[in-house]
Nanobody, 125 residues
Framework: QVQLVESGGGLVQAGGSLRLSCAAS????????MAWFRQAPGKERESVAS????????YYVDSVKGRFTISRDNAKNTLYLQMSSLKPEDTAIYYC??????????????????WGQGTQVTVSS
């Protein structure tokens, strides 16, 4: 089982940027497709962006396309989410997630094998 720890969340004004990081331990990240999910109060957890094990394939939910970029550095065992042009509706707890080896990308929570503890992102208007 891989352990995941997120960092980089915080409070930012609308239009600003943040970069989230997810450090993995226990196993090499290169085995896993990875994703960032988010959950806002009263809403279901949704997959925001996902990337396959070697970084060649990515997925983005429509609401973040063109604003968010997911990337990974397998040598550093780290996953990233660069968020730009942030909007108040991006406010949520953001979770790093590792999927089952062999999957390409992760679009739903039932495909996640390991979760991080989450990091709060708050975008003020």
């Amino acid at each position: 089982q891989v352990q995941l720890v997120e960092s980089g969340g915080g409070l930012v004004q609308a239009g600003g940027s943040l970069r989230l990081s997810c450090a993995a331990s226990g196993r090499s990240l290169s085995w896993y497709p990875m994703a960032w999910f988010r959950q806002a109060p009263g809403k279901e957890r949704e997959s925001v962006a996902s990337i396959n094990s070697n970084g060649a394939n990515t997925y983005y939910v429509d609401s973040v396309k063109g604003r968010f970029t997911i990337s990974r550095d397998n040598a550093k065992n780290t996953l990233y989410l660069q968020m730009s042009s942030l909007k108040p509706e991006d406010t949520a707890i953001y979770y790093c997630a590792a999927g089952r080896p062999g999957l390409i990308v992760i679009r739903t929570a039932d495909l996640v094998g390991s979760w991080g503890q989450g990091t709060q992102v708050t975008v003020s208007s």
